[in-house]
């Protein structure tokens, strides 16, 4: 199954290449890690671990195009290409 399939059918947490935030790892220790991002059950939206997140508004052929509005409704657009995406956890 590719990375787009298992991204859509939800609850699934993974990681992009690049994006890091200050956290703990798996030893408990912070520092600069991978930022953890998990799309929700109904693959609508995809939400960081503080609950920030974004809109998905299609899921393309090499990439997730995602929207969000700030507290003045000014519209926010962004992508995540698969190929840098790394599943971490999928809960069945």
Not at 76 to 82: L, R
């Amino acid at each position: 199954m590719n990375i787009k399939e298992q991204l859509q059918k939800g609850d699934v947490q993974f990681t992009v290449k690049g994006i890091t935030t200050y956290r703990p790892d798996d030893n408990g220790e912070y520092g600069m890690n991978p930022k953890i991002f998990r799309v929700n059950k109904d693959a609508s939206s995809i939400n960081t671990e503080w609950l920030d997140g974004m809109n998905v508004t299609k899921w393309g052929p090499t990439c997730v195009t995602l929207y969000t509005f700030d507290m003045l409704g000014k519209k926010s657009v962004g992508k995540i290409n698969y190929k840098e995406i790394e599943i971490i956890n999928q809960n069945k």
